[in-house]
């Protein structure tokens, strides 16, 4: 049975940091692309960031290059995110998700559908003075 647990999230202030993890079983982990999603409430599930099965790659949204960065340890089947610098409208559910190599280039990310990647319960993030 595939599990996605993501730990780490809480109540930060503006400019504040906080360290995602996420612990994984039952797959293959290091022959998985994986990723980061978040959805901020009464919005849509948003593509934040996804790391390469080696770590080689990383892509980001646009919304947060330069303030997270994604990572894995494949000896702990752990994918992580760091996230710096945030800012009120970082507030959401982060959910670590399982998949997919098309979202490391833009070209084929747009199309991608990531609702249909299988994901974890979340961790909450929330940015407020």
């Known amino acids: 049975e595939v599990q996605l647990v993501e730990s780490g999230g809480g109540l930060v202030q503006p400019g504040g940091s906080l360290r995602l993890s996420c612990a994984t079983s039952?797959?293959?982990?290091?022959?998985?692309?994986m990723t980061w999603v978040r959805q901020a409430p009464g919005k849509g599930l948003e593509w934040v960031s996804s790391i390469s099965t080696t770590g080689g790659r990383t892509a980001y949204a646009d919304s947060v290059k330069g303030r997270f960065t994604i990572s894995r340890d494949n000896a702990k089947n752990a994918l992580y995110l760091q996230l710096d610098s945030l800012k009120s409208e970082d507030t959401a559910m982060y959910y670590c998700a399982m998949g997919d190599y098309r979202l490391i280039d833009v070209t084929t990310r747009q199309a991608f559908d990531i609702t249909t990647l299988p994901r974890g319960q979340g961790t909450q993030v929330t940015v407020s003075s």
């Open positions: 039952g797959f293959n982990f290091r022959t998985y692309t």
